[in-house]
C-alpha cells in the first residue's frame, strides 16, 4: 500500500478506539433502558417514577392543601419532562449511538478485516510464485524460459490467480480506506447531532418549566398563610391585606386584654417552650387566645421576638442616622422636632405599625406604678429591637453608646406619644382577638397543624447583626445602673 494509506491504516485504529469508549460512556448517560420500546423505557425512568409518587402524594394531601396542589402540578411537571426525556433518548440512540456503534463495530473492524485478507492473499501469492519458480528449477530451465507441461500450466494459472485476487482485494480495500478518509465529515455529523437534538431537548424542557412557574408563583402568592417571623414587614402585610403585622396586632391586643399589670412585663423571660410554641402559633396563622391569655411574658416576648427578627428593624436602616442625630440634641424641644421629623419620614407601612406600638407602649406607661414598667424601662428592653444598625457589633459594643442613644431616641417618644401620634387609635384592628376564644387565620385548615418551623436557626444566622435577646434585658438594666440611672429612676422588677 502507498504511505498514505499505511497513514490511514493507523488512524483507522485510533477511531475505532475514540469511537468505542464514545459510545460506551454515551450510553451510560442515558437513563432510560436502551433497546426497548417507549412503554418500557417510561416504566424504568426515574423521572417518571418521581411523578407517580409526586401525584400520588398529592392525592394523600388533597388539593385544599398548598403542598397538595405543589405536588400535583409538580408531578404533572415530571411526567411531561420524563416524555421529552424518552424523547430525546429515542433520538440520541437512533442518530448517535447506533452509527457510532457501526463505526465502531462494523465499518472499521471491516476494513481491518479486509486489511488482514489483504496480508493473506499476498502470502497466497506469494507462495504460488515460489512454487512455480521451484518447478522451473527442478526442470533445469534457466529463469528466462517458460516451462512447459500440464503441471507447469497449472503452477502458472496458479500464480496468476493469486496475484489476480490479491491486486482485487488491495483495490477494494483502498477504495474503502479512502471512502473512510471522505467520510470523516459523516463521522464528525454525529457530534454535531449530539449536541443540537440536546439543545432542542433542554429548550423544549426549559419552555415546559417556564410555562408552569407563573402557576407555582400563583399558588404561593395566593396562599393566606404564610410565616410572618423573618420576614420583611412590607411583604407580609401585601400577602395578608392587612395594614398591622399580624404578630404585632395578636399581641398586643391579648395584653390590652391580659398583661397590662403584669410586673416586668418585656423585661422577664417566658417559658422557652412556651414562646416556642405560641411563636409557631403565630407563625402558621393559627392562634389559640385562651391558651396563651395566660402567659403574658410569653405574648411579650413573642412580640419582642417578631421586632427582633425583621430583616430590617421597624424604624428602618435608611433613618439610622437621623434618629441617631435626634438623640445627640441637646435641647430638649429641638430634640422632639428632630425626632417628628425622622418618625414622618417612615414609610407608610413602618409608620403605621411603629405608631400602634407606640400608642400601646404609652398606654402599659399608665400602669407603671403595677408594672414597674416606665417609659424608661420600656425603651432599655424593646428599643434595641426597633433599631439597630447595619454593622456588625458584639453585644458589649450594644450595651455602650449605641444603646444609650436608643433610649434617648425611645422613651421620649413612648412619653409624648399623643404629641407624636395624635387621635385615638383602635388596637383591634380585626377584631379577632378581645376575648379568649380560640381564633383561626388559616382559612385552609380546619384543624391546627403542627409547626415545624424552628426559629433558632434563624436567629442563630442573624445574630451577628440582631439586637439583643430577651435573656440579655437583666445585663442591660446592669449596665444602665451602673452607667448612673438610680433604681428609683428605672423601676426595676426585683
Known amino acids: 500500500m502507498s504511505e498514505d494509506l ?11 478506539q475514540v469511537s468505542h469508549s464514545t459510545h460506551k460512556k454515551l450510553t451510560a448517560c442515558l437513563q432510560g433502558q436502551q433497546g426497548v420500546d417507549v412503554d418500557k423505557k417510561s416504566k424504568k425512568l426515574p423521572l417518571t417514577t418521581l411523578a407517580q409518587c409526586m401525584v400520588e402524594g398529592a392525592a394523600v394531601l388533597g388539593d385544599e392543601s398548598l403542598l397538595g396542589k405543589m405536588l400535583k402540578l409538580s408531578g404533572e411537571t415530571q411526567e411531561k419532562l420524563a416524555q421529552e426525556l424518552i424523547a430525546f433518548e429515542l433520538t440520541i ?3 448517535v ?8 463495530e462494523v465499518e472499521i ?6 486489511r488482514k485478507h489483504l496480508a493473506k492473499l499476498v502470502l497466497d501469492m506469494d507462495s504460488a510464485r515460489t512454487r512455480y519458480y521451484q518447478s522451473n528449477k527442478s526442470s533445469g530451465l534457466s529463469s528466462n524460459l517458460q516451462p512447459t507441461g500440464a503441471k507447469a500450466d497449472h503452477l502458472r494459472e496458479e500464480m496468476e490467480e493469486a496475484a489476480n485476487r490479491m491486486e482485487i482485494c488491495r483495490d477494494q480495500l483502498s477504495a474503502d480506506m479512502y471512502n473512510f478518509v471522505a467520510k470523516e465529515i459523516d463521522y464528525a455529523s454525529y457530534f454535531q447531532t449530539l449536541i443540537e437534538v440536546q439543545a432542542e431537548y433542554h429548550r423544549k424542557s426549559l419552555e415546559l418549566l417556564q410555562s408552569v412557574l407563573p402557576q407555582i408563583k400563583a399558588h404561593q402568592e395566593t396562599w393566606v398563610e404564610k410565616p410572618c417571623y423573618g420576614k420583611p414587614l412590607e411583604e407580609h402585610l401585601a400577602l395578608s391585606g392587612r395594614d398591622i403585622a399580624f404578630p404585632i396586632e395578636a399581641c398586643v391586643t391579648m395584653l390590652l386584654e391580659c398583661g397590662m399589670q403584669e410586673e416586668g412585663l418585656f423585661r422577664i423571660a417566658p417559658s422557652a417552650s412556651k414562646l416556642k410554641k405560641l411563636k409557631a402559633s403565630l407563625d402558621c396563622g393559627v392562634l389559640d387566645v385562651q391558651e396563651f391569655s395566660t402567659d403574658a411574658h410569653a405574648i411579650a416576648g413573642a412580640l419582642k421576638s417578631y421586632l427582633r427578627e425583621l430583616p430590617e ?3 428602618t436602616f435608611e433613618l439610622y442616622n437621623d434618629w441617631i442625630q435626634a438623640s445627640n440634641i441637646q435641647d430638649q424641644e429641638k430634640r422632639l422636632q428632630a425626632l417628628l421629623g425622622a418618625c414622618e419620614k417612615l414609610p407608610c407601612a413602618n409608620n403605621n405599625n411603629f ?3 407606640i400608642k400601646f407602649l404609652s398606654k402599659l406607661t399608665e400602669y407603671q406604678d403595677v408594672n414597674k414598667m416606665t417609659p424608661g424601662n420600656i425603651a432599655i428592653v424593646l428599643g434595641p429591637n426597633l433599631l439597630w444598625t447595619h454593622d456588625e457589633g458584639n453585644i458589649t ?3 455602650t453608646t449605641v444603646s444609650l442613644q436608643i433610649v434617648g431616641i425611645i ?4 412619653q409624648h406619644a399623643d404629641w407624636f401620634f395624635p387621635g385615638e387609635i383602635e388596637f383591634n384592628v380585626t377584631g379577632n382577638y378581645g376575648s379568649p376564644v380560640h381564633t383561626n387565620h388559616n382559612a385552609n385548615y380546619s384543624l391546627m397543624p403542627s409547626p415545624d418551623m424552628d426559629q433558632v436557626d434563624r436567629r442563630q444566622n442573624d445574630q451577628s447583626r440582631r439586637p439583643l435577646s430577651v435573656a440579655t434585658d437583666n445585663m442591660m438594666l446592669e449596665f444602665y445602673k451602673k452607667d448612673g440611672y438610680e433604681s428609683n429612676q428605672l423601676n426595676v422588677c426585683t
Open 109 to 114: 473492524p471491516n476494513i481491518q478485516k479486509q
Open 355 to 357: 405608631k400602634y406600638l
Open 397 to 399: 459594643e450594644m450595651m
Open 313 to 315: 428593624p421597624l424604624m
Open 93 to 95: 440512540e437512533k442518530d
Open 97 to 104: 449511538i447506533e452509527p457510532l456503534c457501526d463505526l465502531a
Open 411 to 414: 422613651e421620649p417618644i413612648i
Open 6 to 16: 499505511l497513514q490511514v491504516e493507523k488512524r483507522l485504529e485510533l477511531v475505532k
